[in-house]
């Protein structure tokens, strides 16, 4: 039987943990959640609108296979290697759970906009941005970047949102709503309570 080396494979899974976390948060939706560690169990509690409730976790994994001789000939960096890849797996399942979790939590808020037959309108656009809350930097600006729309046709829609600014009447629709999401964000940011 060969030896165990507890301490050298200590080393290796925290670098490969160092080198998944860093390729998996370069993901731009990713790097937006929140992220916590945690080690034992499969659930978790929070984190909901109301900072109650238990949550399953999104199981990511990714199979790979490392022959005997290309261990022994490449050491370590023959696992190392695989790294991209199985952070690339893992982020797409990451991003496939969140996009199940952020479904569900739209049917439960009645923020579902049904999906339309024909060529997205200025009219679509303009109801998605009306059932989203926005947030505003310092200056006052509206975080648009951050908006994820899920649909079949992302070039149809944005062919919808760049007519929808170049159309003075739907632009100032548009102004307008964001004034309105700009007062319900000063309210929001206004009523919050620190903690301890």
Do not use: C
Request: charged share 30%; net charge negative.
């Amino acid at each position: 039987m060969l030896p165990d080396f507890p301490l050298l494979k200590d080393k290796v899974l925290k670098a490969i943990n160092r080198l998944a976390s860093a390729e998996m948060l370069s993901d731009p939706l990713l790097s937006e959640a929140h992220h916590i560690n945690h080690h034992e169990g499969n659930r978790f509690d929070g984190f909901s609108q109301d900072g109650a409730g238990e949550h399953e976790y999104h199981i990511a994994e990714h199979d790979i296979s490392i022959s005997t001789s290309e261990l022994i000939s490449d050491g370590p960096s023959a696992v190392f290697k695989h790294i991209p890849e199985i952070a690339a797996a893992m982020a797409n399942q990451a991003k496939k759970g969140m996009f199940s979790t952020f479904e569900k939590a739209a049917e439960v808020s009645g923020n579902v906009i049904s999906p339309i037959e024909g060529e997205p309108t200025p009219e679509y656009v303009l109801a998605i941005y009306e059932k989203i809350s926005l947030d505003f930097d310092t200056r006052g600006s509206p975080k648009l970047d951050s908006i994820v729309i899920v649909s079949n046709k992302p070039e149809a829609v944005r062919r919808a949102r760049e007519r929808m600014m170049s159309d003075p009447d739907y632009r100032k629709r548009f102004e307008a709503l964001i004034e309105k999401k700009r007062t319900e964000w000063n309210n929001r940011e206004s009523s919050r309570r620190l903690v301890d």
